[in-house]
């Protein structure tokens, strides 16, 4: 695809823009243009008292376009934000024109809608108004605009002045037994690499050591410990007791702590046992779909039987809470079978159940081209429904988040019976305070607090990619990591 941009905009979000109507869809610098080609245009005009947009898409002999005119106080939001409103306008009729698509989440390309719910509250709007508005300026369908207002009102209901002084920490585990077709995640699952795991530990053990004595010399109290993956079930007993001794050496108490088990087919009594002697109270296990064929299609090695027979061995060990992931739109699988999914979830009762919508990324087994249903109208149904069946059943969304290049451009939700909300989930997706991560491919985030204009400064410090990388770098670039936190750590909290 190539796109000409005439005025004050960013290109990244034309492409943004692009994606909604052609997921998957490449920006390839200097491609030649041929009569296959999609050649995007988009021109602004800006006055005094405001800005005029008018976007194209042409392939061959077929053209639409669109023109929008939006004034500078016509939105909350400084003046980028209106001309992205503009140039989005005309673009949305552009596309809607070509494809006959219309994208539910409107000209919304960021990944977090109920911040921008939660910006329209904040600023004295009621949770109706700030529905319209996104319908208005964003040309959010009702649904959607109404869901991000719930998920807002959720997140601000749990996030707090005191919880921004908090921080939480995340644990990387990047193994897997196998590797799921549609995961993006550093992750590995050859025997080989698996063989790792001992020499991992260790250098993870150090690395907490260091991580968590950075956070008590700071002073700091952690809500959360977030165990990830991979799959963290994928080690042992003995390797679970390790791992969580060492964690609950630094931090006797904790708000929530949450493993993901994630694969039933790793999950065993004696782990969840070792996993609630040290405290931890939110497991995930998770099947995705209980379509056998779907399974098979995906790459999950375990059946419904025993997804079934794993959550029950996680509920008699009497878990606060219990998280079940499923996926919607996954390939091959149909409205009707994920309705199927649902409702045989339900009678579990579990404390929260997370739907995510089918994404490909570049790293996955499944590959764009071809992959995706631009209306996405299975995945919608699906969606629709699990919103429907969840809610009237007493859960209530509480966080979402959405990705590039997702079925019908859908999003992803976390739903929890009240009270049982994962905190963890709101705290990083929300950005609400540090996050210190260990481990292969962790990412430590200082979150500032926010500023008067409500905007927040945010640093990052990468932890190397990949398990081998990690232990290699436990030496000079071990030493070099840690002095490279506890600068940003001195630069955060004005100790330089």
């Not at 809608?113 to 009702?142: C, D, N, Q, W």
């Not at 640093?459 to 990619?465: L, N, V």
Request: with cysteine; hydrophobic share 40%.
């Amino acid at each position: 695809m190539i796109i000409r941009i005439q005025g004050n905009l960013n290109p990244y979000y034309i492409q943004t823009l692009c994606m909604l109507f052609f997921p998957g869809v490449k920006f390839p610098e200097n491609e030649e243009c041929t009569p296959e080609t999609h050649v995007v245009t988009v021109n602004m005009t800006e006055t005094e008292t405001g800005v005029a947009a008018d976007a194209s898409i042409l392939q061959g002999e077929t053209k639409t376009g669109g023109i929008w005119q939006e004034n500078w106080n016509a939105a909350i939001g400084d003046k980028d934000r209106i001309r992205k409103i503009a140039a989005g306008r005309a673009f949305m009729l552009a596309g809607e024109a070509f494809t006959g698509f219309t994208p539910p989440w409107g000209i919304m390309t960021g990944v977090r809608p109920a911040k921008l719910v939660s910006e329209y509250l904040h600023a004295g709007r009621t949770p109706e108004e700030a529905a319209s508005m996104l319908e208005k300026e964003f040309f959010a369908s009702s649904d959607k605009a109404h869901l991000a207002v719930q998920v807002a009102q959720a997140e601000d209901r749990l996030i707090t002045d005191e919880k921004r002084k908090d921080c939480s920490l995340y644990i990387a585990i990047p193994f897997c037994p196998t590797r799921c077709a549609y995961c993006s995640f550093v992750s590995y699952t050859s025997p080989n690499l698996l063989k790792l795991i001992p020499d991992y530990l260790a250098a993870l053990a150090e690395d907490i050591d260091h991580t968590c004595g950075l956070i008590r010399q700071l002073g700091l109290r952690v809500a959360t410990v977030y165990i990830g993956g991979g799959t963290p079930t994928i080690l042992t007993a003995d390797q679970l007791d390790f791992l969580l001794s060492r964690i609950r050496k630094w931090i006797p108490e904790v708000e929530e702590f949450t493993l993901e088990a994630g694969r039933p087919d790793t999950i065993t009594k004696d782990k969840l046992e070792t996993a609630v002697r040290y405290g931890v109270d939110r497991i995930s296990v998770n099947t995705q779909t209980l379509n056998e064929d779907v399974l098979a299609r995906i790459g999950r090695k375990h059946t419904a039987a025993e997804f079934f027979a794993a959550y029950e061995t996680a509920r008699q060990t009497g878990l606060k809470a219990i998280n079940i992931d499923l996926i919607a739109g996954l390939p091959s699988d149909t409205a009707d079978s994920f309705r199927a999914t649902v409702d045989a979830i339900l009678p579990l009762q579990a404390e929260n159940i997370t739907v995510h919508t089918f994404c490909v990324k570049k790293s996955a087994d499944f590959k764009a081209d071809g992959m995706f249903d631009r209306d996405g109208l299975e995945a919608m149904k699906s969606v629709q429904y699990s919103y429907r069946a969840l809610t009237e059943t007493g859960y209530l969304p509480y966080y979402m988040y959405r990705q590039k290049n997702t079925v019908g451009n859908l999003e992803n939700v976390g739903y929890a019976k009240p009270g049982y909300e994962g905190l963890y989930n709101i705290y990083m997706m929300e950005e609400v305070h540090i996050i210190f991560s260990c481990g292969a491919s962790a990412v430590t985030k200082f979150v500032f607090l926010p500023a008067e204009d409500g905007s927040v400064r945010i640093e990052r410090i990468f932890q190397p990619k990949y398990p081998y990388e990690y232990l290699r770098e436990q030496t000079e670039g071990d030493r070099k990591r840690r002095m490279d936190l506890e600068k940003a750590a001195a630069a955060f909290y004005g100790l330089e």
